[in-house]
């Protein structure tokens, strides 16, 4: 039996940066795909490559994610899990993956047609779960996320070949401009940044706490900016952040006493599924890049 061989579309993690024009579409469904999405807001999301929804989920049903996020953070068996990942310094738990399977709650939220319909109506087919967390942004000191496309990291090191992925990060506090909210460079989801340096084996390990191999150079990021700009985005509790897996993005530190706390959730098609890795020399864990493509029901 012979392996198909999968054309490698976005080189990166070679010796030196390189930038490739997107290859793929970035709303797969048709125009007519019926979905939650408005035709006006599926055409900003293929220009500017994210969508805000201003309240995606309730009040009332804020309270029983965060309250499932205090109860999961608070747990720990939780806390001792390989799917926790914890700050360097402080030590408090920043991330817990796999969220939809250790919790019921937020496997509930994954099969809500206003969360996942949105991400059939943009990828044009069934959807599975390539990745699922909770982020805990607590105040006083809590660490950002450094600039980086997703895909880079999905393509290079879980070896999903198109960008056919979108993530939603849902606020379980409120996003204000002051404690580390998401930053997204509009339009960068066009261009594909590959970066410079090999992968270390179980690279995972380090980069879920501080992100080193897949991280843009000072200037390649600087011409990003300045051609597209950066937005900052705010919001309620219960509202919610759409993006393409190759926006350029990510999250200041949060100094101030206000926690910032979101579930994050990243849906891959079914006809998109993950091969071996393009440029890192084993697997991630299945919890963090996930090889089961059940689609969600």
Known sequence: MTTAIVTDLYPTRGTGEVTVPRQDPVVWGSPDTPGPISATDLQAYERDGFLAVDQLITPDEVEVYRRELDRLVADPAIRADERSIVEPKSQEIRSVFEVHRISEVFAKLVRDPRVVGRARQILGSDVYVHQSRINVKPGFGASGFYWH?????????????????????????????????????????????????????????????????????????????????????????GSATWFDCNAMHGSGDNITPFPRSNVFIVFNSVENTAVEPFAAPVRRPEFIGARDFTPVR
């Not at 380090?206 to 950066?230: H, N, V």
Request: proline share 4%; aromatic share 8%; hydrophobic share 35%.
């Open 149 to 237: 496309s997703d895909f880079e990291t999905w393509h290079a090191e879980d070896g999903l070949p198109h960008m056919r992925t979108v993530s939603v990060s849902i606020a379980l506090t409120e996003n204000y401009d002051t404690n580390g909210g998401l930053m997204i460079m509009p339009g960068s989801h066009r261009t594909f940044l590959g970066c410079a340096g090999a992968t270390p084996k179980d690279n995972y390990k380090k980069s879920l706490q501080m992100q080193d191999a897949g991280t843009p150079s000072d200037e390649a990021l600087t011409a990003l900016a300045s051609e597209y700009g950066i937005r900052l985005f705010t919001g309620k509790a």
